[in-house]
């Protein structure tokens, strides 16, 4: 069984003029790109594999996932091979 852990990944980000914060889309190291489908919650969040902060779950190609900002860069909770 896989088990999860922190991913950092790079997140194109519309910045509205309410200092909202929306992830459009999802850069995999080998810059392979995946459009955030729909933004389902938003709320400030511990993650399940460490660390904290605002808690994005999202919609990525029909998969729900948490993709979460700490501080001042984004990471995945993604399951190792």
Known sequence: MSELYKRYV?????MKKDRQMIPMKLIWDNDRE??????LRVEPRASQVGGSGIRYEVKICGQIRCLFFEKDRWFIESFRP
């Open 34 to 39: 995946y459009p955030i489908d729909k933004v």
């Open 10 to 14: 790079d997140v194109v980000v519309r």
